[in-house]
């Protein structure tokens, strides 16, 4: 069955293929209008029920060929779960974590001819080419089975949440073909196959932020989202650029194998390739400074949210940063870029969703501040720790995307924390399993998130930074600060969305209604998941932890770097748990003080204490003015204008100076044309006029003269006869 | 003395001449017409000295046949000549210029 590792990402594609092949068939006929029938109506509407679909209720439009497109949707998902599964189970867990890997090459994608460095790069291969290969390994293994799992469960949601949609089949077909990309970013077993997944899922994420295109924000963000992704792929190609120029293959095995044999060869060029790397997965995973995108990202359906912006797409350039550890391992410089930016990431973030009221964009900072702590981790590098706080994010952040969406169904599309409340009752399934997702990310004891949050903050704790010593407790106290943060933020939404009072309208309250089956059951196995799902990580004291066994394959050693065992004492690793335990445990106290028991009034108070304090924050600290004002009004119109000058100055020269020239060369062949050419013409109709002038004398009018002329004419032929006779 | 034709010559090409002179610098257009029949005639004489001479025929025949055209010429330039005394009242053949270029 490994041997059918392909059909994993070919199914998707097939299913996008059918999908989207189905619906613009059956959409034809009555054209754009039935697709879209809110194209006439007020972008304005209501901000805040984006992507939902009750928005769409009214609508006499229904989902067309509804059952066809459900089943090739979540049929081929499933099916690529299920060959996932099969690949993996084939190959061996216990193989895959002794470093077992199996690559199927399709074809060979890209020939380039004769390696000529080959002997002199140790690893590099006899040719220069690219294959069209995927690469079953810990790692891989790791992304398709959640990936893929997390994708079929959040297709069965929007089953349920998309059903009214008239464009059902569009999203589907988006989403088959996100899976797809994903699925051959995560198994490629190069950097380009990798590069051509990433795009992908770039352009899937972009067509689904947009997916309601009639609305402006929803088209805006996803140009955002687009714009801002371009800056990191940027980076992340001209790394690629910068492997293939130094290894001469972009073969995973072939670069980390010649890096790993070889540090000292390779490290003088590795910060600059890591920093592209790098700028590629910032780009990707939301990192400050190009996080903007990721909140706005928001403004496509919920169940895209959570299997896009949450679990799977945002993770790639952690996953990518944990694939080419060897690579940023060379690199302490990069690594420490990385771990400040994750970590500066993880609490700049935390900060924001603190004072937001869209329970969406919450979720979208939390997101954003996890993915800073997987970044922390790969940055200190503890990349299993990295790749496990993934996976256990992967299952709560779905399960409270998924949640949120149930919530706002319920509400038929409110999105606003101060318009909802006592919904706990109402909508019990939704509740517990938002609560359990909330406990899990807040860091509680015997759930996902405390497990690999735990395994995070042990390793920064312990991390050494040549360059600066001081550093690893900074960020220690960052990350522990955060973890408050996040309970907190986390709790803070729970209690104004499901404690209190309920404080939307009363024809709100009564469309409250828990969400059908299709919704619920994800939501309850993603809950079970955020349970269980840290268990694989539990750390054996004193000795890693199982997740960290099974990655280790892909994470070598490196040619004379001394595999120091450095394990913390088991004192120090209770106390550390002691403390994040702990600062998560104030954080939940005081959102539950604050905002279930005391109603936002203490809140409120410290809001007007520190009024400009809470407008930096509430407004994001004003990044995204920031960037209006020096990105796109500075440089555009800046730009435009210095563009402008050049255009004027420099540019113009050229017309400008043709023209000059041209001017002289007219002025000249003026000349020659006034004298030599009319002087020409003027001087033959001169000359024949003087000629005629004489000619005319000749005819007198007088016969005898004529006769005369004649007669001598006559006598000068007869002579010159009898002369020369 | 016999005559022999360069007598005949001698005088074809005296009345010739008279006859080139008069049409060349007489005024009057009736003389200039007359001394153009003079000029035929000295042709005639010259043609026929040479059929005696030559015992050919052709040359009295051409003599007629000159005759002949002669009459006609006569015929026109009187014409002419009425015509052109009718319409400027003088025959002065310098008078007659209007053809000047």
Same mark, same amino acid.
């Given at each position: ?13 097939v ?15 009555r054209?754009v ?6 194209a ?15 928005a769409?209720e009214h ?5 067309r ?17 299920v ?10 867990v216990?193989?895959l ?5 199996h ?12 390696n000529?460095?080959?002997?002199q ?6 040719e220069w ?9 810990s790692?891989s ?6 990936v893929?799992f997390?994708?079929?469960l959040?297709?069965v949601?929007?089953v ?6 008239p ?15 994903m ?16 795009e992908g899922?770039g352009?899937c994420s ?15 963000a996803?140009?955002?989202?687009f ?7 940027f ?15 972009l ?26 790397l790098f ?16 909140p706005d ?6 169940p ?14 952690v ?11 060379l ?29 969406k964009?919450?979720?979208a900072?939390s997101?954003?501040s996890q ?8 940055g200190?590098?503890?990349f ?5 706080h ?12 998924l949640?949120?969406?149930? %919530? /706002?169904? &319920? =509400? $038929? *599309? !409110?999105?606003?924390?101060r ?7 109402r #909508?019990?399934?939704?509740y ?9 990310i807040?860091g ?5 998130g405390f ?10 704790f ?12 900074l ?9 408050g943060l996040?309970?907190f ?10 404690y ?7 024809e ?5 209604h828990e ?20 268990w ?17 394959? %892909? /994470?070598? &050693? =490196? $040619? *004379? !770097? ?11 690793? #209770? ?9 998560a445990?104030v954080g ?9 028991k005391g ?16 407008r ?9 003015e ?7 009004e500075?440089?555009a119109?800046?730009g ?10 420099v ?19 003026n000349l020659f ?5 009319d002087?020409?013409?003027n001087?033959?109709?001169?000359g ?9 004398r ?19 032929l007869?002579a010159?006869y009898?002369?020369f006779? | 003395m016999?005559?022999?034709i360069n007598?005949?010559l001698?005088?074809s ?9 008069g ?6 257009f009736?003389?200039v ?10 042709v005639n004489l ?5 059929s005696s001479?030559?015992s ?16 006609g ?13 009718r319409?400027?009242?003088t025959?002065?053949v310098?008078?007659a210029?209007?053809m000047q270029g």
């Amino acid at each position: 069955m490994k041997d059918l590792l392909w059909l994993v990402p070919l199914f998707p594609l097939v299913g996008f293929l059918v999908n989207g092949i189905v619906y613009l068939v059956s959409h034809r006929t009555r054209g754009v209008v039935v697709a879209h029938p809110m194209a006439d109506q007020p972008a304005a509407e209501s901000s805040l029920e984006s992507g939902h679909p009750h928005a769409h209720e009214h609508l006499e439009a229904h989902p067309r060929f509804k059952t066809l497109h459900t089943a090739v949707g979540v049929g081929s998902v499933a099916l690529s779960c299920v060959f996932a599964f099969g690949a993996i189970f084939d190959v061996g867990v216990r193989a895959l974590a002794s470093g077992a890997h199996h690559v199927i090459t399709l074809y060979r994608w890209i020939s380039l001819g004769v390696n000529e460095s080959t002997g002199q790069v140790p690893g590099a291969l006899a040719e220069w080419f690219v294959d069209a290969a995927f690469r079953l390994d810990s790692l891989s293994a790791l992304m398709i089975a959640f990936v893929t799992f997390v994708g079929f469960l959040i297709h069965v949601y929007s089953v349920g949440y998309m059903g009214h949609d008239p464009g059902y089949g569009r999203y589907f077909a988006y989403l088959n073909l996100f899976m797809f990309s994903m699925l051959v970013l995560v198994l490629a077993d190069n950097f380009l196959l990798m590069f051509v997944g990433w795009e992908g899922v770039g352009l899937c994420s972009y067509l689904l932020i947009g997916y309601d295109y009639h609305k402006k924000f929803a088209a805006d963000a996803g140009k955002k989202a687009f714009v801002v992704n371009r800056i990191g792929d940027f980076g992340f190609i001209l790394g690629i650029f910068g492997v293939f120029v130094l290894f001469g293959t972009l073969e995973f095995d072939g670069v980390f194998s010649a890096a790993a044999a070889d540090p000292s060869r390779y490290a003088p060029w590795m910060t600059l390739v890591c920093l592209c790397l790098f700028l590629g997965a910032v780009g990707k995973s939301a990192q400050v400074p190009l996080h903007v995108w990721l909140p706005d990202a928001m403004a496509g359906p919920t169940p895209v949210s959570a299997l896009i912006h949450a679990a799977t797409m945002v993770t790639a350039g952690v996953y990518m940063v944990a694939r080419c550890n060897v690579l940023f391992r060379l690199s302490p410089d990069a690594l420490l870029v990385v771990a400040v930016v994750g970590g500066f990431t993880a609490l700049f973030a935390a900060t924001i969703g603190v004072v937001q009221n869209d329970i969406k964009k919450v979720l979208a900072y939390s997101t954003v501040s996890q993915l800073g702590y997987m970044f922390l981790a790969c940055g200190v590098g503890a990349f299993a720790a990295g790749m496990f706080h993934v996976l256990t994010h992967a299952f709560f952040k779905a399960c409270l995307f998924l949640g949120s969406g149930s %919530v /706002i169904h &319920a =509400l $038929a *599309g !409110e999105q606003d924390l101060r318009r909802m409340g006592g919904l706990a009752r109402r #909508i019990p399934i939704t509740y517990v399993t938002f609560l359990v997702a909330t406990l899990a990310i807040a860091g509680v004891p015997l759930l996902a998130g405390f497990f690999s949050k735990d395994a995070i903050l042990a390793a920064v704790f312990e991390a050494r930074f040549p360059q600066a010593p001081w550093l690893p407790r900074l960020l220690w106290s960052a990350a522990l600060f955060t973890a408050g943060l996040t309970a907190f933020y986390m709790f803070r939404l729970v209690s104004l969305a499901f404690y209190g009072r309920f404080r939307g309208t009363p024809e709100q309250e009564a469309h409250v209604h828990e969400s059908p089956k299709s919704m619920t059951v994800p939501l309850v196995i993603l809950a079970f998941l955020s349970i269980v799902g840290g268990w694989i990580g539990i750390p054996i004291l004193h000795g890693g932890n199982r997740i960290g066994a099974f990655l280790s394959p %892909v /994470i070598p &050693a =490196l $040619a *004379g !770097e001394h595999a120091a065992e450095h394990h913390p004492a088991v004192s120090l690793e #209770i106390a550390l748990m002691a403390a994040s335990v702990g600062a998560a445990m104030v954080g939940l106290l005081l959102a539950w003080l604050w905002y279930a028991k005391g109603e936002g009034r203490v809140p409120a108070t410290i809001a007007a204490r520190f009024p400009r304090l809470y407008r930096l924050v509430a407004n994001k600290y004003f990044v995204d003015e920031f960037y209006d004002s020096v990105f796109v009004e500075g440089l555009a119109k800046g730009g435009g204008r210095f563009l402008w000058e050049v255009d004027a100055t420099v540019v113009d020269l050229i017309p400008n100076g043709t023209a000059a020239a041209t001017r002289g060369a007219s002025w000249l062949t003026n000349l020659f044309d006034k004298n030599v050419v009319d002087g020409a013409v003027n001087g033959v109709a001169d000359g024949f006029e003087k000629g005629w002038r004489l000619a005319r004398r000749a005819q007198t009018g007088h016969v005898q003269n004529y006769a005369l002329v004649m007669g001598a004419g006559l006598f000068c032929l007869v002579a010159v006869y009898l002369i020369f006779r | 003395m016999t005559i022999t034709i360069n007598h005949f010559l001698v005088v074809s090409f005296l009345l010739f001449s008279i006859g080139l002179l008069g049409v060349l610098v007489r005024r009057n257009f009736l003389t200039v017409l007359m001394s153009v029949e003079l000029m035929l005639n000295a042709v005639n004489l010259n043609l026929i000295a040479f059929s005696s001479r030559l015992s050919d025929l052709t040359g009295q025949v051409f003599a007629v046949f000159v005759i002949t055209i002669a009459a006609g010429e006569a015929a026109i330039g009187l014409a002419l000549t009425i015509s052109l005394f009718r319409q400027r009242r003088t025959l002065n053949v310098e008078e007659a210029s209007s053809m000047q270029g």
